[in-house]
Every structure is written in structure tokens, then in C-alpha cells.
């Protein structure tokens, strides 16, 4: 089993989903997704895709080779997210920099209507001194790959 996600077979085509069921304690006591967890869904989201692009994270963090904080993230929330609700994460890579790249998530419903938004950045750093390091260059090629497309108009 690939985890506890259903997740779609990596493809050069954007948005990579990744699909999970709302459980109890996901919830606050108003029943519905407490705010942080939008989070750690968007991680694990983040987790397959790196793996299923072959970078895991878990070999990079054992192995001492780079690290891919997060320094910045945001949401924004659409509708109640509730439990039970199976949930898709689309997954999108909005940019890639030569230290930096931004990843945006949209929580889809059943429905396929847009319940949440979030949106983390990444930066590459250097094990040992802890300052940014320009993306591995395979990563780097990897994530351009992956380049959703450029949506035009005002927001």
C-alpha cells in the first residue's frame, strides 16, 4: 500500500492528487477540520509527491544530504470541511527558483468544489551550516517538470 493516501501515478501533467478520508481526530468540537491540520494534510501531500518524483524526503533527512523547510505557508478556507468528507489534494508547483520552490494545494470535496487553498515554500539548505543552498540540480529539473500553468486575469 502506498500509505495512507490514494495517490495518483506521477506524470509530467499537473495537479498530482493525493486523496484522504476526515477522521475524528482531524476535527475541533464543532465537527469540522481543525485549521492546522489543512497542514498536515498539505505535508502529507508534499511527502508522496517528493517520493513519487524520486526525492523522499525520509532518505534526504537520513542520508544528510539537503534539507526543504518550510519558510512560508498560507490558507485559505472555503467551506467547512467536515468528518467522514473524502477529501483530493490537488498539487500544483507554482514556481522553482535556484534555491526556492512554491508548492500550492487545493482541497477538493466529493463534490469537486474547492473547500481550502493553501500555499508552502521551500528552500534548500546545507545540512551542516544551515544556510540556503542552490536546489539539487535533478530536484530542481524534477519540480520545472511539474510547472502548473500560468493562469491569467485578475484574481
Known amino acids: 500500500m502506498a500509505g495512507p493516501g490514494a495517490r495518483d501515478r506521477l506524470t509530467d501533467a499537473t495537479p498530482?492528487?493525493?486523496?484522504?478520508?476526515v477522521r475524528l481526530q482531524?476535527?475541533?468540537?464543532a465537527g469540522v477540520l481543525f485549521f492546522a491540520n489543512l497542514f498536515r494534510h498539505?505535508?502529507?501531500?508534499?511527502?508522496?509527491?517528493m517520493e513519487d518524483l524520486?526525492?523522499?524526503l525520509d532518505a534526504a533527512i537520513r542520508d544528510r544530504r539537503w534539507?526543504?523547510?518550510?519558510v512560508h505557508?498560507?490558507?485559505?478556507?472555503?467551506?467547512?470541511?467536515?468528518?467522514?468528507e473524502r477529501i483530493t489534494v490537488a498539487l500544483e508547483v507554482a514556481e522553482v527558483g535556484h534555491s526556492?520552490?512554491?508548492?500550492?494545494?487545493?482541497?477538493h470535496d466529493a463534490a469537486g468544489r474547492v473547500a481550502a487553498r493553501a500555499?508552502?515554500?521551500?528552500?534548500?539548505?546545507?545540512?551542516?551550516?544551515?544556510?540556503?543552498?542552490?536546489l539539487p540540480e535533478a530536484l530542481r529539473g524534477r519540480l520545472s517538470g511539474h510547472l502548473a500553468p500560468r493562469r491569467g486575469g485578475a484574481a
Open 119 to 134: 500555499r508552502t515554500v521551500h528552500v534548500a539548505i546545507d545540512t551542516d551550516s544551515a544556510t540556503s543552498k542552490a
Open 73 to 84: 505557508s498560507e490558507a485559505d478556507y472555503r467551506a467547512p470541511i467536515g468528518h467522514g
Open 42 to 49: 498539505a505535508h502529507d501531500a508534499y511527502e508522496a509527491f
Open 26 to 29: 482531524d476535527t475541533d468540537a
Open 67 to 70: 534539507r526543504l523547510p518550510i
Open 16 to 21: 498530482y492528487c493525493y486523496a484522504f478520508t
Open 100 to 107: 526556492a520552490f512554491t508548492l500550492d494545494y487545493a482541497f
Open 54 to 56: 524520486g526525492f523522499p
